[in-house]
T-cell receptor, first 112, second 116 residues
């Protein structure tokens, strides 16, 4: 069964800290890995990764994929209170499916 | 990115009534949309895949007669919770796949359903 596992499940840091969120996956015929940020409403898209070793970057957020070790990390530098959210990792199910399998998420709390 | 809207953003209804939730792709056509539900502090659970012009496909354990899905146009899918009960109270979210054809799904803002 395809699965995505995130760690840690929760994390509390102070503003200015750098955090690393982890996502490991076991997906048949892996195609891509997606990161989303969920605040109080629905998830907003952050990154899609398909190739190993190529970093995707957007401002203070960056992410990289390791297809050999089957994991991805999401880095956030110089965290701000507005980064507080649940970060979700997902991957399309095996067999060419469009359906996504999600991890349980990492709840990040950034304190002032 | 593509924009997906949902309406209403929240609804409160009495037990036994039916509630309809709309999901629209605003700036693109979506032949496939997805419906999820999310309980507090839990991740998204896929309920069904909505296909334009054909029947929805439901995930195992989801009652198709209770959660009616209609995808009558390329920009609109509706989820109707029939004979709602308090245990149906949840956060319902729809999504549509990236019109560029990647694996990315864009999510609507969600609908908070409370059944009294």
């Amino acid at each position: 069964e395809d699965k995505v596992v995130q760690s840690p499940l929760s994390l509390v840091v102070h503003e200015g800290d750098t955090v690393t969120l982890n996502c490991s996956y076991e997906v048949t015929n892996f195609r891509s890995l997606l990161w989303y940020k969920q605040e109080k409403k629905a998830p907003t898209f952050l990154f899609m990764l398909t190739s190993s070793g190529i970093e995707k970057k957007s401002g203070r957020l960056s992410s990289i994929l390791d297809k050999k070790e089957l994991f991805s990390i999401l880095n956030i530098t110089a965290t701000q209170t507005g980064d507080s959210a649940v970060y979700l990792c997902a991957s399309p199910r095996g067999g060419g499916s469009e359906k996504l399998v999600f991890g349980k998420g990492t709840k990040l709390t950034v304190n002032p | 990115g593509a924009v997906v809207s949902q309406h209403p953003s929240w609804v409160i209804c009495k037990s036994g009534t039916s509630v309809k939730i709309e999901c629209r792709s605003l700036d693109f056509q979506a032949t496939t949309m997805f419906w999820y539900r999310q309980f507090p502090k839990q991740s998204l659970m896929l309920m069904a895949t909505s296909n334009e012009g054909s029947k929805a496909t439901y995930e195992q354990g989801v009652e198709k007669d209770k959660f009616l899905i209609n995808h009558a146009s390329l920009t609109l899918s509706t989820l109707t919770v029939t004979s709602a009960h308090p245990e149906d109270s949840s956060f319902y979210i729809c999504s549509a796949r990236d019109p560029q054809g990647t694996d990315t799904q864009y999510f609507g803002p969600g609908t908070r359903l409370t059944v009294l």
